[in-house]
């Protein structure tokens, strides 16, 4: 019996088994710790919860981006979240002067709107700028060309957005219209203002998004252009000019998750999109990447997982300020799923194939 | 009249010579056929017409037009319309939305209503399997869907490669059958086969390519009795 299991699964496999079976059993211990402690009201709980279903909702966004141009392109495009830091970094001083002119007190929402179409515009041009300067010229090169290239396109525009637009930190103008908790429908409900908006306002981008790839031509030729590229030219469908679609439309959705992004957090800086890039990757991923309904699925989760498992994980284990360790939680959640489902949670076993 | 006339083409994949000075001319209304054996450069001429590969010499002319300074995109717009080997569907996309890609360059609706109409009195089976993803699909539908998608283009002239491969016997009979019938209804074809006693049959006239050259042309009756033709690929008799 023994043997004959021996002969199937060698030692990695083991040994990976038994570092997932104790991190199992770690957070199955320090979640019973918390909960058996008290420490946390049920009303605590919640607004964790919504705080990282608004924040995964940001992610989820971003890593929209990620998904599309991965899933046409098989290449990661890790300048992403410098695409994201154009739009709302741009956007930023629109703000301030619509702060300074009474504008933002007057019409929030007219000025929340012109904030996004702004953000989106910037976001969409580097996006394409990138895809016709940084990696078009590639196409065709060995994969690992493009993602050298890319990592370097992303330094190169965090310091371009340091040399023009400054080092320091910049907060972004408060809406007044935003503050405190959502009140509608006659009663308070536990949930801020600018959070609802936020997942309302990714929500339906998300659904747009959906509904583009699924219905619309454009969306059928994307499809068809991410499974093969030859027939689709076959077709009659321009190629390049699908491409080009395919980083707007990220590039679009990082616009507005910038807006999104600085509504909850509050700050912008040259660097801003490195960490939210790099989680909307990991959501990516964990979604499956290359999947839209997982890019979603992923982004909502990593959001919620990291609000949520600080204190209910660790705090059980008895680590002080266990909230500085969001980001270890994140990137530890992303080997895992390297680790144990390559593929992400609704992925297909498309990649090797498509490699 | 002649509709499509390759001119002594040279392709090369990288270093290697491919094609050397492939001549072909295909009059409208006609069925040709280029017979060869497996790298003899069937693909690859169908490639270059269908702007997928570029030649490094020579040019492809549509009624007088050069092709080879069009892409792969703009040529389709031009009613030459290449059903690739191993059939190419969307197989994560709807019957009905790989059909959709075949029109993709069309604007006028309805007649794109009346080519899908058409397509599916041609093969009834797709019709019922339209909401169906093409991936599940079986051998033969797909090849009715590779065909159907590319009569959704408004072909002039139809690049068939390989259109039999892979299939049982009865499915064969019924993709040929179909090819017969486009052709009657006017269809120029230029059909690439490996099975060239099934290709002669149909076609009237033929090429034969060895190793990127033409060894022999003619009627399809001839090549179909030209000994050296029986000898290579008729199976001897």
């Not at chain 1, 619509?98 to 179409?117: C, P, Y």
């Not at chain 1, 009663?187 to 747009?208: D, G, K, N, Y």
């Not at chain 2, 339209?130 to 072909?155: F, H, K």
């Amino acid at each position: 019996m023994l043997r004959k299991f021996m002969r199937k699964h060698d030692v990695t496999d083991l040994v990976m088994w038994l570092i997932g079976f104790g991190l199992l059993v770690v957070v199955f211990i320090g979640t019973y710790r918390t909960l058996a402690s008290g420490k946390y009201e049920n009303s605590v709980w919640l607004d964790f919860f919504i705080f990282g279903l608004a924040q995964g909702s940001v992610y989820a966004l971003i890593a929209l981006g990620y998904t599309l141009v991965y899933g046409i392109l098989f290449m990661i495009n890790f300048a992403h979240g410098e695409v994201f830091t154009g739009g709302v970094f741009t956007a930023y001083f629109f703000a301030i002067a619509m702060e300074r002119a009474g504008f933002i007190d007057r019409h929030w929402v007219l000025a929340l709107l012109i904030l996004m179409a702004i953000a989106m515009t910037v976001s969409v041009m580097v996006a394409v700028v990138l895809e016709r300067i940084a990696y078009r010229p590639l196409r065709g090169a060995p994969r690992l060309v493009p993602l050298i290239t890319a990592i370097g396109a992303s330094f190169f525009l965090q310091y371009t957005y340091r040399g023009i637009y400054g080092s320091g930190v910049k907060t972004y103008p408060d809406f007044p219209a935003l503050d405190g908790k959502l009140n509608a429908f006659g009663r308070e409900w536990p949930i801020l203002t600018t959070q609802a908006l936020v997942i309302v306002v990714s929500a339906l981008m998300m659904v747009f998004l959906y509904w583009y790839v699924q219905k619309t031509k454009a969306g059928k030729a994307m499809r068809a252009v991410a499974e093969d590229k030859e027939a689709a030219a076959l077709m009659g469908i321009d190629v390049d000019r699908v491409i080009v679609n395919t980083f707007a439309l990220g590039g679009a959705m990082a616009g507005v998750a910038g807006i999104l992004y600085a509504l909850l957090f509050k700050q912008v800086n040259a660097f801003m999109g490195f960490i939210p890039g790099i989680k909307a990757f990991t959501a990516a991923v964990l979604g499956g990447i290359g999947n839209v309904p997982g890019a979603m699925l992923g982004g909502l989760f990593l959001g919620i997982v990291e609000s949520l498992g600080p204190s209910l994980i660790l705090d059980g284990l008895g680590i002080p300020a266990p909230y500085q360790l969001k980001d270890a939680i994140a990137f530890t959640l992303l080997v895992l799923v390297l680790i144990f489902r390559p593929t992400g949670i609704l992925g297909e076993r498309l990649s090797e194939k498509k490699a | 009249m002649t509709l499509l006339q390759l001119d002594n083409l040279h392709t090369y994949y990288g270093n290697i010579h491919a094609l050397k000075g492939i001549s072909i001319t295909v009059e409208q209304g006609e069925i040709v056929t280029l017979i060869g054996a497996n790298g003899a450069g069937k693909s690859t001429t169908l490639k270059t017409i269908s702007g997928l590969l570029y030649p490094r010499q020579g040019k492809v002319y549509l009624e007088g037009k050069d092709l080879t300074k069009y892409r792969a995109h703009e040529i389709v717009k031009m009613g030459v319309i290449h059903v690739p080997e191993g059939r190419r569907v969307f197989s994560r996309l709807t019957v009905m939305e790989n059909l959709e890609m075949g029109a993709f360059t069309r604007k006028d609706k309805d007649g794109i209503q009346k080519d899908l109409r058409r397509v599916f009195e041609l093969f009834p089976r797709l019709e019922e399997r339209r909401n169906q993803v093409a991936g599940t699909l079986s051998g033969g539908e797909q090849q009715m869907l590779a065909m159907g998608r590319a009569l959704m283009s408004q072909p002039r002239i139809l690049l068939l490669d390989e259109p039999s491969m892979g299939l049982a016997p009865v499915l064969v009979d019924l993709i040929f059958d179909t090819i017969r019938e486009l052709n009657e209804q006017g269809m120029t074809i230029l059909l690439v086969e490996q099975n060239a006693l099934l290709a002669l049959d149909i076609a009237h006239r033929g090429y034969v390519l060895e190793t990127g050259r033409i060894v022999l042309e003619g009627d399809a009756k001839a090549l179909k009795e030209n000994p050296q033709v029986k000898e290579a690929y008729l199976g001897g008799s």
